[in-house]
């Protein structure tokens, strides 16, 4: 499985943390199932290394003429915001409520370092 | 130990830009609007939105950046920063990576007489976040969302600065530019000017940059300042007990005064950097660049040149009033009206920025037209009152809102200047305080500064003093004269 | 499989009913509850409906003769106060704000929301197998699938619970299902359709298309849909209206390139054989027509299986229980509300999508996966471009297989996903393609895929029109179920 430019192997570890960077809190089912089918079909799409792309441009954007596009700095209120708010799963005076965010995610790497043990 | 070490600062900067309507949206940018009342599907990340680039936004960068001598590149475009906090509704924010649009300026400042120049690496656009607030009450963390998807540059220093001081001046230069190049009210306490800082030591001489510490949360120039000199001093004790310093992220704490561990850097998000499929790349025409040089404002350090080549002031004195537009605008038009360039520079340097800071305002929020301060002076000019009662006619002109004109007629305090009702008072002075006179006379001129005094408490401090005071000693000398 | 009846008006396309409205034979409330009556007949067994809208609405009840229509709508397209789910867990209560440019295009040409149909999850499917609102069944054969992601709108077309649909198109999610399904289905030229309103999956690759029963119906949807908008940065400007796609006495002049790579061992033999007899058809109407080559084309799959979950990990990020949305009861953290309400929102594929564009976006990954796919991306287009040199247009099969069972290959992703492979590169080029009826194997619909130059709509509407007088396969139309035949 080593060797090569790419290992295209996910290992288990390598599914935890791919999940917690998505926020995903996947089953041990799902951490087994998903480490199988994404090596898979990363092994299949690694044939992109047979090319040689020397010199090629990516395309990030097919209409390649089209840039510069703008809108001018002008004001527009949205009449109907106050719904908006109000349907919101969870909200206080106006506000968006979600559980206590500690200074600087200290809670979210505290809880993945809890996790990992 | 001290001098063997070198003290390495680079900072980074967020900059509100003044645009009407926020950067991907139409939504207003006001400051200080109820929770959640400018906003839309847009910048609250409903399904199926997308960006649209205020144009004045990206002039305003591209402003910022030939302020501070920067190149502004030919092709730049957005990409996505990506991970998850309640402020960032999409859960990526649109930022600069690899294509920022402008690199490798300098900003020039002056600290303790020196000057200095300090690298700029780049200065890129992104959008602001939200705001949260913790509920104490319930313990939950609330969300305000109208301050985001305002604009914003970044400003990234190269590692030039060499000590605290140096990075507060660099930071107070950096606001005047701003300011003055009209890209941001550059206001710390709205949050329209954001400074974190990265600081370590290393050996003089040394040039890899030693293990650096990030710090955040800093509310003032002060706090930077504060911060940063307990960082050394932390830093350099853990180098002389021989401890390893590690990567870390640490907060100023104001009430403590001390800086605090946040995290480690190690666990900083991937952020999978990408380029913004919904925005269309920029290529900006040097044209249009060029034209943009050419409307840029005047800068503080070209208006300090100016103000001492036209009005005479002195280096230091340019130097104090330039580095706020604000109080520079003040003084010029005041110096239309009254022209006496260094009596204003006087006054402005002394009651009127001494009356902000006594009050911790900053000098936009001066509510005083300089043509109030230009009728006071010829006031004083024309002796319709004393320079003292001038300084208390400012405050409370300052204060309350009213003509300084209006104040004196109000309150009677138009100096008595007829020399002849004063030279009555001076005679009923002279005889009132037999003792002080003959003290004058044998010599002892202190004397003179008590019957001042006196007449200044019969008229009720309104005696010109000047005219007072040659009456008294025109007096006082005929009498002297006759004695043998 | 029966002929279509005249007289029924779900049978009829919608340029028909427009004559019956003109004429007066027929009103447009008529019309509309004929619709919900065929939806009630039906839809249990098709289940093409996520939400629909029986009520006919009463502002469009005088419109001084100016005929109105109904249009289904796949649920990625936000219609305000009428619930969008995208076929999620996770939206499965969501209200829209706000009308799709392209919605508020249609309304201003007198449509009306029928209902809105059922798509696999967030757009990520060729079957939609994949809806946390259960399957939709194929109308040709309950047992088959219609194909994805917008399976519900193509069912819904060919079975005569809507006169025409709107999908979208990311790597062959109108096309696909409406060649499972024997209806017309197109993707515009990446940027003619505006995407303000379009749930993103993959952004520089989504549109939305129309489906039809007919061509003719397809240009008027197109015409209707086309056009810039400033909402959408990536929005084509300067776009000329589509001209009508008049009918031709021949196609002669036109050349027909017929990509050998589109021929290939993965594609059942019924499909090519049907294929190649409807090349022949356009041959004998004039077109010249022979093969050609482009060589990346097996590269296609694998790029945008590294893109396309890309740019969705990061689209799909928004969806965290803040603002909107299912948000978990068992939340004791900001970490558990993040991770607990995206695990029991988002299904299995969305997820398998998630993981695996995150992972190809993550430190040390994003050269050899996201970049070196762009640059493959350069590739095929370049394959493309040099085809337009010679060739008006190519001609494929749009499915390498007809309509294949439920639960075929829900077990293996990778079978799943070459359902998509002769319609991938497509997307990837930004190119407009359509597909039309051209025959039928088992039972089951085959569809021609015609692929054009940027923004030359207008040449394959003219081919698949002229195709379409010359034939009939398009006036067939399925007995769902238990239907009586006739």
Known sequence: MNGGILDMAVSPEEVRHVAWLARLRLTAHEERL?????????????????????GIEPTFHVLKTLSNVYRPDEVRSWPELREV????????????????????????????????? | MADAVEVVIGLEVHVELKTESKIFCACSTRFGSPPNTQVCPICLGHPGTLPVLNLKALELAVRAALALNCKVARYTKFDRKNYFYPDLPKGYQISQYDAPLAEHGWLEFRVDGRMRTARIRRVHLEEDAGKLMHDEVTGETLVDFNRCGVPLIEVVTEPDLRSPREARAFMEELRAVLQYAEVSDCRMQEGSLRC?????????????????AEIKNLNSFRALEKALEYEVARQTRALERGERLVLETRGWDEGRQVTVPLRTKEEAHDYRYFPEPDLVPMTLDPEWVEQIR??????????????????????????????SRRLADFFEECVRHYPHPKTVSNWVMGQVLGYLNSRGLEPEELNFEPERLAELLRMVDEGVISVSVAR??????????KSPRALVEEKGLEQLSDTGALAAVVRQVIEEHPSPVRDYRRGKVKALGFLMGQVMKKTAGKANPQLARRLLEEALATEREETP | MRKMDEGCLT?????????????????PRDVHEAYVRRIEEVDDQLNAYITVCPDFPPELENRHGRPVFPVAVKDNIMTRGIRTTCGSRILARFIPPYDATAILRLKERGLYVLGKTNMDEFAMGSSCENSAFGPTRNPWNLDAVPGGSSGGSAAAVAAGEAPWALGSDTGGSVRQPAALCGVVGMKPTYGRVSRFGLVAFASSLDQIGPITRDVWDCWVLMRALCGHDPLDSTSAPGQAPIPPPQSVESLGGVRIGVPREYLGPGVEDAVRDAVLKAVGVLEELGARAEECSLPHTEYGLSAYYIIAPAEASSNL???????YGHRTCQASSLLDMYEL??????GAEVKRRIMLGTYVLSAGYYDAYYLRAQKVRTLICRDFERAWARYDLLAAPTSPTVAFPLGERTADPLAMYMADVLTIPVNLAGLPALSLPCGFARGLPVGLQLIGRPFDELTLLRVAQAFQQATDYHLYRPVVGGEVDG
């Open chain 1, 85 to 117: 708010v109000q349907a919101a799963p969870q909200q206080r005076d106006g506000l968006f409520a979600v559980p206590r965010v500690l200074p600087e995610g200290e809670d979210e790497v505290s809880a993945k370092n809890e996790k990992d043990g």
């Open chain 2, 196 to 212: 974190d800082a990265n600081i370590s030591l290393r050996p003089r001489g040394a040039t890899d940059l030693g293990t650096k």
């Open chain 1, 34 to 54: 998903f480490s199988e089918q994404l090596s898979n079909i990363l092994a299949h799409v690694a044939k992109l290394q047979e090319l040689d792309v020397e």
């Open chain 2, 294 to 323: 050419r409307s840029l404002p005047e800068l503080p350090s070209q208006r300090m040149a100016r103000f001492q080549a036209e009005y005479g002031l002195p280096a230091y004195d340019a130097g104090v009033i330039v580095a």
């Open chain 3, 11 to 27: 049978d009829l396309s919608v340029h028909q009913l427009r004559v019956l409205l003109e004429r007066g034979e027929v009103a």
């Open chain 2, 392 to 401: 208390e006619v400012f405050e409370e002109a300052v204060s309350t809102g």
């Open chain 3, 317 to 323: 990020a928004r969806y965290d229980g803040v603002r």
């Open chain 3, 341 to 346: 309400t995206r695990q029991e929102g988002f």
